[in-house]
């Protein structure tokens, strides 16, 4: 395959000739967003820049994403995989059913993974908190949340996680616990010296939502 790099401060970006436009459109919203993910969480430097692919297709995503060709499904643009230190997304010229702007942001939430990721250990940890700062982070929260619908997080594990809404709900959530609780406590729960169960009051969710919702008010 035929990638050039291009180098920022976090990230070897790897992309095609033709998509070396939008790592320069991108690369200071990456690093703005990685700078305030950082500073939020004192997250410690990392050990060596983290190799993100800009793949040119659905076939190379699979070929260096690890995400397995039976279980690829087209709602997959985005796949950080920590054990071998790489970050894989599609172009935003070969994804057609999601505007560029949104696929910006999907670029953004892959990068806040992998940086958090350097000092949580994911797998221990709920999704609703680790999707949940991704899209805070990468702003993928949608302008209107219904906080009657806001999906419990005990249901919000394993495949149900898309389908119940939770990346639709889960930066709200997240951001609603750092205004309870503050940075220091949800840093606790990542690093898994403490457990969010504790912390989710009933009607947290509905609650998370409505103060979403009343943020600009
Ligand atoms: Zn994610």
């Known amino acids: 395959m035929n990638f050039e790099v291009m180098e920022t401060e976090h990230f070897l970006f ?37 190799d993100y692919y800009i793949c040119p297709d659905v076939e190379s995503f699979i070929q260096l994403s690890g995400v397995m060709r039976d279980s690829y499904e087209s709602w997959m643009v985005g796949n950080t995989d920590w054990d071998n230190g790489r970050v894989c997304v599609i172009s935003p010229r070969a994804v057609t059913d999601r505007s560029p702007a949104d696929m910006y942001k999907v670029i953004v939430h892959e990068a806040v993974h992998v940086v958090m990721d350097s000092f949580c250990n994911p797998k221990d940890l709920p999704l609703w908190l680790t999707e949940g700062v991704a899209v805070l982070f990468a702003d993928q929260t949608p302008e209107t949340l219904d906080p009657e619908q806001a999906p419990l997080i005990s249901r919000l594990s394993g495949s149900s996680f898309a389908s ?19 940075a220091d406590v949800l840093k606790k729960i990542l690093t898994g010296e403490a457990s969010a169960d504790g912390y989710i009051a009933e009607g947290f969710e509905k609650e998370a939502a409505a103060a979403f919702m009343n943020r600009c008010k």
């Open 14 to 50: 790897h992309c095609y000739k033709s998509d070396c436009d939008i790592v320069s459109d991108i690369a200071t919203m990456v690093e703005e967003k990685v700078l305030s993910v950082s500073l939020v969480f004192s997250v410690p430097p990392l050990g060596k820049k983290i």
């Open 164 to 182: 119940l809404g939770g990346y639709k709900y889960s930066g709200a959530y997240v951001r609603h616990f750092l205004e309870l609780y503050g």
